[in-house]
């Protein structure tokens, strides 16, 4: 496996290697202790996954806060998303501030996403389907969201606002200024 972290250094792409022949490909997308000898140590407790009918289509921005936070490791099977992960530690520089990359099935790369992070991402094809595992089950009464386009984080999505497609839910997420102190370490 391939591993690059990207600017913000938590969060790292992940590029699987394929081994092809005439009949197509193989690749091990998954593999705890490859993943633990590059530092990388989280344990995975579920499989979730999303189909997105339609280009431009958002899904976030997601996280669950402690003591059942989840980091994700995320994949796409069919089609391609711009991923985009934004950090909510105050206690780091980089809290506020947010990392992306072009996920696709045609590539194979995944993107680790660690606790104290909210994820989210937009399909730039049609018929999307992303899995990924996270490292804690799902809690509703743990769950939270960020608003996808606040203006304090300035995220370049490849939609506009009128034309990207959101559940009813992540429309009515709050503002980064909103939220409380869920992730640092001094709380």
């Given amino acids: 496996m391939q591993i690059q972290a990207l600017a913000i250094a938590d969060v790292?792409?992940?590029?699987?290697k394929k081994f092809g022949d005439e009949r197509g490909y193989f690749s091990e997308t998954y593999n705890k202790q490859a993943l633990a000898e590059a530092g990388i140590e989280e344990t995975f407790v579920q499989d979730n996954q999303s189909l997105s009918a339609t280009r431009g289509t958002v899904r976030g921005l997601h996280f669950q806060i402690p003591p059942v936070a989840q980091a994700k490791l995320v994949r796409v099977l069919r089609g391609s998303i711009l991923d985009v992960a934004v950090d909510l530690r105050r206690d780091q520089p980089t809290y506020g501030t947010y990392v992306s990359?072009?996920?696709?099935?045609r590539e194979g790369?995944?993107?680790?996403?660690?606790?104290?992070?909210a994820h989210g991402f937009c399909t730039l094809e049609?018929?999307?389907?992303?899995?990924?595992?996270?490292s804690a089950p799902y809690s509703p009464a743990h769950d939270r969201g960020l608003s996808w386009i606040d203006k304090?984080?300035?995220i370049d999505w490849p939609v506009a606002p009128a034309d990207a497609v959101l559940s009813a839910k992540d429309l009515a997420l709050p503002c980064l200024a909103d939220l409380p102190d869920c992730f640092s370490l001094r709380r």
């Fill in 109 to 117: 790369n995944q993107i680790l996403v660690p606790v104290g992070f």
């Fill in 101 to 105: 990359a072009v996920i696709s099935a």
């Fill in 152 to 154: 304090d984080i300035a």
């Fill in 12 to 16: 790292k792409i992940i590029t699987p």
């Fill in 126 to 134: 049609p018929d999307t389907e992303v899995f990924y595992k996270v």
